[in-house]
Every structure is written in structure tokens, then in C-alpha cells.
């Protein structure tokens, strides 16, 4: 194993060190795991929670800011932050309007967030939890009820985060959270493993010709093991199984991800395949990222999230966002 660490038991603690050492607009509690933004909850404001294991940066920590979420809790690599770092979260930005927990739908994030929110509620805090669930690849995982969480949950934490700093409601900020979830649709490809550090070797393993169609972001089975393919092909089944599921139509915002470990000259040209496809579809593009927001280590791939666009959610989407890593219209 080669990583730029100096331990594995305290990969994360250091990492923390490292994002308040370069981000002085956060406050990083690194004894409880806890990323805030440094200015304090704002009066009257919903909060917005969100977290998961690390390994997948820059999710979450990397979107806590102005237009995104107000707290943030990584837990160990791949791992469930626990209750205590949730609930403390939860307190740290309740301003008197309520919060609202974002949660990718793992089954230990869904069941500590609501056991944190439970514990919240004894205190007299208003949580809503708003559970992501947007991989069409596979109904159940190894860690998963259901759908899993990924690329959609960029787009709640912008979507709702800009409703909630204009100042509307907690019920408001998590209707329109539900809606872009409703409306998105994700699915990833895997050219690499990757490796904890932890574990110290690679989480599965692939042939040098092979790759995983349909990955999770923790090394999850996909639909399929097949053979390396031109990129068209590859970006051609992820968009298949996303058509499938909800067919593209209008104005979409699209986000071709990287997996950690993914040049970007490759995500551009997936990107490029994935815009053709779209077009051929009678559909239009009109927001995109492409880069590296919620990655799986140094694993190689990527993976594509659509969401259907109504006018509210594009404005939403536009208004102004200053985070680590998303930042414009400032």
C-alpha cells in the first residue's frame, strides 16, 4: 500500500487538521469530528447536516458554506459517523427554524442520523431527515436497503442549502430537498478497486481488462463484471440505465464525477459522450459539473448523475454558493 498518510488509525484526525489549516471560513472540531461553518449558525436560518465515512472528499465537508450545508460529520473511511458527532452537529446549527438531515441512504448513516434526531427532538430541535437514494444500478447492497445514496446528494445539499439561506421554512427547504432526489438518477463504472487504509489492500478485485458496471461508492457489486470498453460504450450504459429509469427529457443538470483516481482529461471526454447521448434524446444540458465531488479514494472511473430541471430548482441551483469546493455567483 502507498498513501501520503502517516498512520492509518489517524488518517482522518489528520486529514481534519489539514482542512482547518487551509480553510479558515470553517470551524473544525477535530476531537468530536464535527465541520462547521466558522460564523456560527445564522438566527432564524434552517440548518442544513449532512455526513457519511470519509474517503469520499469532497463530500461533505468540502460543501459546508455559504449556499450549501452548515455542518458536516465524517466519520472513519467508509464508516458511519456515530450519533453523538450527528446530534452534537445538530445542535451546533440549530438556529430556531429546525434542521434538516441530509442522509445517502446507507443503512448505518439512516439509523444513526435517526437516532440522533430522536435525541435532538428530547431537546426541543425539529429535525426533518431527507434520505438520498438515487443509484439505478442495483435495488439492495451489501450495505443498503434499497437504493444507494451518491451524486444526487451534491445536488440536494446545493438545491436545498440556497432555499434555506433565503430564509424559507424547514417544510419548504425539505420539499424541494425530496424533489431533487425524486427527480435524480445516478450510475457508476469502475475501472480500479481502491484501499483503505486500514485493510491495507485493495477492497475487491478487478483483471487488468476488467470493470465493474454499476460500482457503489464503497467498492459495492454492480450490475456486471465485463471487459475494458471504448468510453462511448461505458458512458453509453451508464446513460442507459438512467434513461430507463427516468427517461430524459427538458432541461437536465448533469454531473459526470470522478471516482478519485480519474484524470480529468478522461472525465471530459465522458463528459463529451454523455452530452451526444443527451442530445440524441431530444434533451438539453443546461448545468453541468465535472470533476472529482464525491469519490471512492484513488479508485479509477466515474460515475453520472441527472437530475430533471423545473425553472425554481435551476435559479436555485445559479444562487450564490462559497463552499471548499463549490463556489460561484460571489
Not at 461553518?37 to 474517503?55: E, F, N, Q
Not at 478485485?205 to 465485463?226: A, N, V
Request: with cysteine; aromatic share 4%; net charge negative.
Amino acid at each position: 500500500m502507498k498513501k501520503l498518510i502517516n498512520a492509518p488509525d489517524s488518517v482522518v484526525t489528520d486529514a481534519l487538521a489539514g482542512v482547518a489549516a487551509a480553510h479558515p471560513s470553517l470551524a473544525v472540531d477535530i476531537e468530536n469530528r464535527i465541520i462547521t461553518r466558522a460564523g456560527g449558525a445564522t438566527p432564524g436560518k434552517v440548518g442544513l447536516v449532512s455526513g457519511g465515512g470519509s474517503g469520499h472528499e469532497p463530500l461533505h465537508g468540502g460543501f459546508v458554506g455559504l449556499g450549501m450545508l452548515d455542518a458536516a460529520c465524517p466519520g472513519e473511511v467508509f464508516t458511519s459517523p456515530v450519533p453523538d458527532q450527528m446530534l452534537a452537529a445538530t445542535k451546533a446549527v440549530d438556529a430556531g427554524a429546525g434542521v434538516l438531515h441530509i442522509v445517502k441512504n446507507y443503512t448505518g448513516d439512516v439509523l444513526n442520523f435517526q437516532m440522533a434526531a430522536e435525541l435532538a427532538a428530547d431537546d426541543g430541535i425539529e429535525v426533518t431527515p431527507i434520505v438520498v437514494n438515487d443509484d439505478v444500478a442495483v435495488q439492495d447492497s451489501l450495505y443498503t436497503a434499497g437504493r444507494r445514496g451518491v451524486g444526487a446528494t451534491v445536488f440536494v445539499e446545493k438545491i436545498a442549502g440556497a432555499l434555506a439561506e433565503r430564509g424559507s421554512p424547514l417544510a419548504s427547504v425539505a420539499a424541494v430537498a425530496a424533489e431533487v432526489n425524486e427527480r435524480s438518477r445516478s450510475f457508476g463504472v469502475a475501472l480500479t478497486s481502491c484501499t483503505i487504509p486500514a485493510a491495507g489492500k485493495p477492497t475487491f478485485e478487478l483483471g487488468d481488462d476488467e470493470i465493474e458496471l454499476g460500482i457503489g461508492i464503497h467498492g459495492e457489486p454492480g450490475r456486471r463484471r465485463g471487459p475494458l470498453a471504448p468510453a462511448a460504450d461505458l458512458a453509453a450504459a451508464a446513460m442507459d440505465a438512467v434513461h430507463a429509469d427516468l427517461p430524459l427529457a427538458g432541461d437536465l443538470l448533469v454531473m459526470v464525477n470522478g471516482m478519485g483516481g480519474t484524470p480529468l482529461i478522461e472525465l471530459y471526454l465522458i463528459y463529451n459522450e454523455v452530452h451526444k447521448y443527451v442530445t440524441g434524446k431530444g434533451a438539453r444540458i443546461a448545468r453541468n459539473l465535472v470533476g472529482n465531488y464525491i469519490t471512492s479514494l484513488e479508485m479509477q472511473g466515474f460515475s453520472v448523475t441527472v437530475c430533471r430541471l423545473t425553472d425554481t430548482l435551476e435559479q436555485l441551483w445559479d444562487a450564490p454558493v462559497d463552499t471548499p469546493a463549490l463556489r460561484w455567483g460571489r
